[in-house]
Each structure stands twice: as C-alpha cells, then as structure tokens.
Nanobody, 113 residues
Framework: QAQLVESTGGSAQPGGSLRLSCTAS????????MYWIRQAPGKGLEWLAVILPNSEYTEYADSVKGRFTISRDNAKNMVYLQMDNLRPDDTARYFC??????WGRGTQVTVSS
C-alpha cells in the first residue's frame, strides 16, 4: 500500500526541539516536491515548508522561518522536519505530503510548559 507515515511527534517545552520524519513506503519521494503542513486545534491547514526533489531549494512559512528546517534523504525515501525554539502556538497535528496528492495521517506535536 502506497503511503506516507510520519514519526511520532511528542511533547516539548517552549524553546525545545523535536524532529519529525516522514517515511514513504510503496511509493517514491524521488523527483517529487515534498511538503510539511500542520493543523492547529480548531484551525485550518497551514503550509509550513517545501523542499524540491534534489534539495536544491527550500522555502518556509514566515511563522516557522529560522526555527524549522526541512530536509530529505532520497536514498532512504524520507523527509524530515527539524523544529527548534518551539513555541506553544506550534502545537498542532503535522502532516507530510508528496505534491499535495499523497498525505500521511499526521502526528501530534504539543508544546507546553
């Protein structure tokens, strides 16, 4: 079955860090733009970051720029989101998506003291 699976998110204190990974199985991330998206409680989807197929370009939402880093390992069929200096408003369910066509089920990240 073709799917994307996000790693377990978890909890962190404000100022802390978490790293999410997204593993593709039954499909390839190679040649595809990969994205991280999140949805906070009671809010809509928020685009966070994109990485091009060979990591030649990345872009970030203003809300996470300078704090989050997207990366990928095409050989492992994986995409990552390093999240530093976390804030309570980063609490959300985080999704990876391949070209907005294939989505993972998401993983919960909670930031609180």
């Amino acid at each position: 079955q073709a799917q994307l699976v996000e790693s377990t998110g978890g909890s962190a204190q404000p100022g802390g860090s978490l790293r999410l990974s997204c593993t593709a199985s039954g499909l390839s991330t190679q040649g595809n733009w990969m994205y991280w998206i999140r949805q906070a409680p009671g809010k809509g989807l928020e685009w966070l970051a994109v990485i091009l197929p060979n990591s030649e370009y990345t872009e970030y939402a203003d809300s996470v720029k300078g704090r989050f880093t997207i990366s990928r390992d095409n050989a492992k069929n994986m995409v990552y989101l390093q999240m530093d200096n976390l804030r309570p408003d980063d609490t959300a369910r985080y999704f990876c998506t391949r070209g907005y066509l294939t989505w993972g089920r998401g993983t919960q990240v909670t930031v609180s003291s």
